[in-house]
């Protein structure tokens, strides 16, 4: 199994920046495709951005394109998301997340999910 615990939520300004960490627990974390999911209140789960298992192609949701940017290393068996230009209608739960591939991920077929880490962006 893997587990995954996401760190680095906060509140901020918008228009400031802010890096959200997921670390995985280490057992095959890079045959993974990675990804990063979002709930604000009162929607549904929506995907913000993936990463395939070497860390060469990405996917973004057209919400947060240009201004959002996932990474990995796996070395650390850790997965980031750096927010930049934050928005107040970026506010919610983001969801740190493991699956087959960039495509599944972004159609939210995931393996594993983390608890979550709020995110809070003040006007």
């Known amino acids: 199994q893997v587990q995954l615990v996401e760190s680095g939520g906060g509140l901020v300004q918008a228009g400031a920046s802010l890096r959200l960490s997921c670390a995985a627990s280490r057992r095959t974390f890079s045959t993974y495709a990675m990804g990063w999911l979002r709930q604000a209140p009162g929607k549904e789960r929506e995907f913000v951005a993936a990463i395939n298992w070497s860390g060469g192609s990405t996917n973004y949701a057209d919400s947060v394109k240009g201004r959002f940017t996932i990474s990995r290393d796996n070395a650390k068996n850790t997965v980031y998301l750096q927010m930049g230009s934050l928005k107040p209608e970026d506010t919610a739960v983001y969801y740190c997340?493991?699956?087959?591939?960039?495509?599944?991920?972004?159609?939210?077929?995931?393996?594993?999910w983390g608890k979550g880490t709020l995110v809070t962006v003040s006007s």
């Open positions: 997340a493991a699956g087959s591939t960039t495509t599944t991920i972004g159609a939210r077929h995931i393996d594993y």
